[in-house]
T-cell receptor, first 116, second 111 residues
Framework: AQTVTQSQPEMSVQEAETVTLSCTYD???????LFWYKQPPSRQMILVIR??????QNATENRFSVNFQKAAKSFSLKISDSQLGDAAMYFC?????????????FGTGTSLTVIP | DVKVTQSSRYLVKRTGEKVFLECVQD?????MFWYRQDPGLGLRLIYF???????EKGDIPEGYSVSREKKERFSLILESASTNQTSMYLC??????????FGNGTRLTVT
C-alpha cells in the first residue's frame, strides 16, 4: 500500500512570510494524483491544490504552490505572504490514477500557526 | 460546487446505543467514503462505497457497518456504540480520478 509521510507535526510562520510544508510518499505507480487539504478550526476539509503526476509543471493556486519532485517522491506546499486565515491543519494525500484507485492515502498532518 | 452534507455536527450517545450518521452528496458521485479522525492519527478509512449497495472495508471497519441504498446517500452505522468510538467522523465523495469533497464532520461523543 502507498504511504504518505508528513514529518513536521507543527510549523509556525510570521504573518506575511513564506512557509513550506513537506510531504513525501512511497509508491511503485507512475500515474497518480497528489493533493493538499486545509482543515481550519471549523473542521471543514478544504482542497487547497492538486497535482497530476504526469504533469511536470508545478501547480499553483494564488499564494499556494507546490514543489513536486517525482523522482524523489516529494510534494511540498509553499504558502507565500502568510495570512492569519492560513492557520490550520494541512494534510497531504495521494490517489492512484488506476481505474481501481478509489482509495486515498493521507499523511498525519501538519499544524500551521501564523504569528501576527 | 459540490456539496456534501452530514446530518449532525455534534452527537452525544450512550454506550450500547445504535447510532446512525448520515451523509448526502449532490454531485452524482459514484464513490463515497467514511473516515474517522483522531489527533495524531490523521484520517483513517472506515468504509467506502463505489456504487449503490456496493461497499468495501477500509482500515478500521470493526464495530461499524454502512448502507448505500441510493447513490447520493451513504450512512455509517455504529451497531452498539462504545466509548472508544468517540471521535470526529468525516464523510466524503469523489468522482473518478478527482479530489475528495468533504462534509463538515460529525463530532460524536459516546458516554
Amino acid at each position: 500500500a502507498q504511504t504518505v509521510t508528513q514529518s513536521q507535526p507543527e510549523m509556525s510562520v510570521q504573518e506575511a512570510e513564506t512557509v513550506t510544508l513537506s510531504c513525501t510518499y512511497d509508491t511503485s505507480e507512475s500515474d497518480y494524483y497528489l493533493f493538499w487539504y486545509k482543515q481550519p478550526p471549523s473542521r471543514q476539509m478544504i482542497l487547497v491544490i492538486r497535482q497530476e503526476a504526469y504533469k511536470q509543471q508545478n501547480a499553483t493556486e494564488n499564494r499556494f504552490s507546490v514543489n513536486f519532485q517525482k523522482a524523489a517522491k516529494s510534494f511540498s506546499l509553499k504558502i507565500s505572504d502568510s495570512q492569519l486565515g492560513d492557520a490550520a491543519m494541512y494534510f497531504c494525500a495521494y490517489r492512484s490514477a488506476l481505474n481501481t484507485g478509489n482509495q486515498f492515502y493521507f499523511g498525519t498532518g501538519t499544524s500551521l500557526t501564523v504569528i501576527p | 460546487d459540490v456539496k456534501v452534507t452530514q446530518s449532525s455536527r455534534y452527537l452525544v450517545k450512550r454506550t450500547g446505543e445504535k447510532v446512525f450518521l448520515e451523509c448526502v452528496q449532490d454531485m452524482d458521485h459514484e464513490n463515497m467514503f467514511w473516515y474517522r479522525q483522531d489527533p495524531g492519527l490523521g484520517l483513517r478509512l472506515i468504509y467506502f462505497s463505489y456504487d449503490v449497495k456496493m461497499k468495501e472495508k477500509g482500515d478500521i471497519p470493526e464495530g461499524y457497518s454502512v448502507s448505500r441504498e441510493k447513490k447520493e446517500r451513504f450512512s455509517l452505522i455504529l451497531e452498539s456504540a462504545s466509548t472508544n468510538q468517540t471521535s470526529m467522523y468525516l464523510c466524503a465523495s469523489t468522482p473518478p480520478r478527482g479530489p475528495l469533497h468533504f462534509g463538515n464532520g460529525t463530532r460524536l461523543t459516546v458516554t
